[in-house]
């Protein structure tokens, strides 16, 4: 009969339905071991933002778009990751180029920049590459106190240049509409480096401007803290030199 399937035919659909059943497993087990057991290329065929903004012909923000989602993806994946010759290599250029199609995207700066910041395996370990990024954020965004903020951070906790983070965060202090509590970091990361006169000073500020009284205890008690290092490094001086 006419539309009819011949017994032959339906031996072979079952026969294709019971292989592709038994090879996806085989096959599955195989990537598994593959993949295990080789490096992933770690490619970008476009690597020069110029180019890229070249090609976007117009649609700056929509490629912008994708690269940011792009480096995403890149960064979060880590079993990936793991198998590439450098965990994050191609990571500073992908936000190169997000950036240079798309200037004004500030989450690619704060978040790639922490991205970049934070020690291997968890970021890139890229800490003055994370900082090259922020400060092309704080050129495009002036006034935005957070940049700065991070910029800190990373000086202070993937550089420790405490010095150098206490300037960034009295400097993300004096941004209009910054947080009072930016002059308390910047006086402990300052009095960390030895500046104890600015922080001293920032310090005593914060505790007479202060409205609320438990920032006003917190600055109390570090002033209270910078003199008795004070007095003890004195008495350890007049010891040694009357001994």
């Keep these: 009969m006419k539309g009819t399937l011949s017994i032959g035919a339906i031996q072979l659909i079952l026969a294709c339905a019971i292989s592709a059943a038994l090879i996806k497993p085989v096959q599955d087990r195989l990537d598994d071991r593959v993949g ?3 490096k992933v ?3 970008l065929y476009f690597g020069s933002p110029t180019a890229v903004k070249r090609l976007a012909l117009g649609y700056d923000g929509l490629l912008a778009d994708v690269y940011w989602m792009r480096a995403i993806q890149y960064y979060g994946r880590r ?5 590439r010759p450098v965990l994050y290599g191609n990571l500073a250029a ?3 180029i997000t950036t240079t199609l798309d200037p004004h995207l500030l989450n690619a700066y704060r978040f790639g920049g922490v991205f970049l910041g934070e020690p291997e395996p968890m970021g890139a370990g890229q800490p003055q590459e994370a900082i090259r990024i922020i ?5 495009a965004f002036p006034l935005e106190w957070h940049l700065r903020f991070d910029k800190g951070f ?3 906790w993937y550089v420790s240049d405490y010095r150098k983070a206490g300037d960034v965060w009295l400097e993300a202090s004096r941004v209009p509409g910054a947080p009072k509590w930016l002059e308390g ?3 402990m990361g300052l009095s960390k480096s030895g500046a104890v006169e600015t922080a001293r000073m920032l310090w005593q500020r914060q505790y007479d401007e202060a409205e609320r009284a438990e920032v006003k205890e917190n600055a109390r008690k570090y002033l209270l803290t910078m003199q ?3 007095d003890c490094w004195t008495l350890e001086f007049f010891v040694e030199k009357f001994r």
């Design 154 to 156: 990373i000086y202070f």
């Design 94 to 96: 992908l936000l190169d």
């Design 36 to 38: 295990k057991s080789t």
């Design 135 to 139: 400060d092309r954020g704080i050129r």
């Design 185 to 187: 970091l910047a006086a």
């Design 41 to 43: 290329l770690d490619l």
């Design 79 to 83: 079993e990936e990751a793991q198998r």
């Design 228 to 230: 008795i290092d004070e």
